[in-house]
């Protein structure tokens, strides 16, 4: 596993006071897209509240897709670089993003680790962004794909508490499908709820644990 990025002193979007911040974002997540298409990359964004499940996800996702890309991962945390040993055990290159206090990762930290890594090496980009409903929505980062990932033990209304987030999504996943019982919460409605706020968005139950769901998420995302 690679060195942690991480932000120099000043630069977490420490723009003049006159430029958009959104919009610099904007322009440097598609300054790094034409980067990862020229190169032949598909980068995934997968999102979601702490303890959703993303790095299990993400560990699932390169154990059965292991035979067919050559992946890679950057990893978005606040401090530690825990999660992205999790998927470093499995074989892939990990760039950990560390943010100190910024709750989403942004496209110039992500356009510093893509320097990192030899592109033509890979096919295949896990971005898991820090845990969080809210900042990670406006600020894209390059990416093909979003995922957002919200789980059973996050209440009945996590989807209409949260609407933005799913605006965007590509894929929505509903993880630790084992425990909607014992939490009494309708996966269907959780279901619904994403699609009334995003009618085009691919809806798909998993326990991540068990790899249950997860040939359907690969499947969603069409890899």
Known sequence: ????????????????????????????????????????????????????GKTSLIEKLV???????????FKGDLTTTIDAELIARHGVEVIPINTGKECHLDANL????????????????FIENVGNL???AEFPLGSDK????????????MVVKHPFIFMDADVVVINKLDLAQAMGVDVKKLENDAKTINPKVKVVATNCRSGEGIINVINALEL
């Open 1 to 52: 596993m690679k060195d942690v990025v991480e932000a120099e002193k000043g630069e977490i979007f420490d723009i003049e006071l006159d430029v958009n911040i959104l919009e610099a974002n904007r322009k440097l997540a598609n300054e790094n897209k034409e980067l990862l298409q020229k190169n032949g990359v598909q980068a995934i964004d997968v999102m979601g509240a702490i303890g959703s």
């Open 63 to 73: 154990q059965n897709l292991k035979g067919k890309y050559r992946m890679a991962a």
């Open 110 to 125: 992500v356009k510093k680790a893509l320097k990192r890594i030899n592109l033509e090496g890979i096919d295949l980009l």
């Open 134 to 136: 809210i900042c990670p």
């Open 146 to 157: 979003r995922i957002v990932v919200v789980s059973i033990t996050e209440g009945p209304y």
